[in-house]
């Protein structure tokens, strides 16, 4: 599938989302997936997405309409908001760690929170050159604070819709930044069909599409769990599978 095809299809399917939120009174519509990059090109971003060997996906919950703002299309945040660019809060800086240590991490590297926060300057620049994708579960934007029963209910209206955009974006690791979130990622697969590790609950692995999927605490903590409750899953998995080809 070639960027353009992703591009038609992603257009195709929020059009589709927006007309269905309209109907249940749902207003204002967040566009999301591949982050583009300040000075690549869009078409470039997506082909090394698709060509890489470890495409991260994190799912959120919905998008902070602080002050009544919002943004139409979070693809642009690294293009026109130099505090997004510069890693410039909490939630920023755990995503560009925990993408920097699923990237970086193999059965040689753990790669610690202490370390990656000794390459900040590395990490800024890989998050704002590297793809990955960002998809916000409630397309429609919130307050900073979501009750876990509208999460479930946008999920159970939704849930279609969303996982047709994960097909289309075809990552292989995805992380969820809620409980309720990794649930239902994990209905998307046979449950005879994902493979655990014991002992280990926020990772499920799908051998027959080579998926990853993770529960992680929400970004926006600012905690050191934030990256290790991650990256302690990840390890174990490493340690079983090695990275992925």
């Not at 000075?39 to 602080?66: C, H, Y």
């Not at 979070?74 to 293009?79: A, P």
């Not at 900040?120 to 998809?135: I, M």
């Amino acid at each position: 599938m070639n960027s353009n095809v992703i591009d038609e299809k992603l257009e195709n399917l929020f059009n589709e989302w927006k007309d269905r939120m309209k109907k249940n009174g749902d207003m204002n519509f967040t566009k999301d997936g591949i982050l583009r990059k300040k000075g690549i090109p869009d078409t470039k971003v997506i082909e090394t997405w698709m060509a890489s060997s470890k495409r991260i996906l994190f799912l959120l919950k919905d998008q902070n309409q602080e002050g009544g703002k919002w943004d139409e299309d979070i693809r642009d945040w690294l293009t026109v908001n130099e505090n997004t660019s510069n890693l410039g809060s909490t939630f920023l800086k755990n995503i560009a760690y925990i993408l920097w240590g699923l990237s970086k991490a193999d059965e040689n590297n753990d790669w610690w929170y202490n370390e990656v926060t000794m390459y900040f300057e590395e990490v800024k620049e890989y998050f704002n050159t590297q793809p990955f994708a960002l998809v916000e579960c409630k397309k429609q934007p919130g307050d900073g604070q979501l009750n876990d029963d509208v999460l479930k209910q946008h999920l159970s209206d939704y849930g279609d819709l969303l996982k047709q955009e994960i097909d289309i974006l075809n990552p292989n690791i995805i992380v969820c930044t809620n409980q309720h979130i990794y649930d239902f990622i994990l209905k998307k697969y046979p449950k005879e069909e994902l493979e655990c590790i014991d002992g280990y609950n926020s990772i499920r692995f799908h051998p027959l599409t080579g998926t990853i999927v993770l529960c992680s605490y929400h970004p926006s903590a600012w905690n050191v769990d934030v990256y290790e409750g991650v990256m302690w899953h990840y390890r174990a998995f490493l340690k079983k599978h090695h990275q992925p080809k």
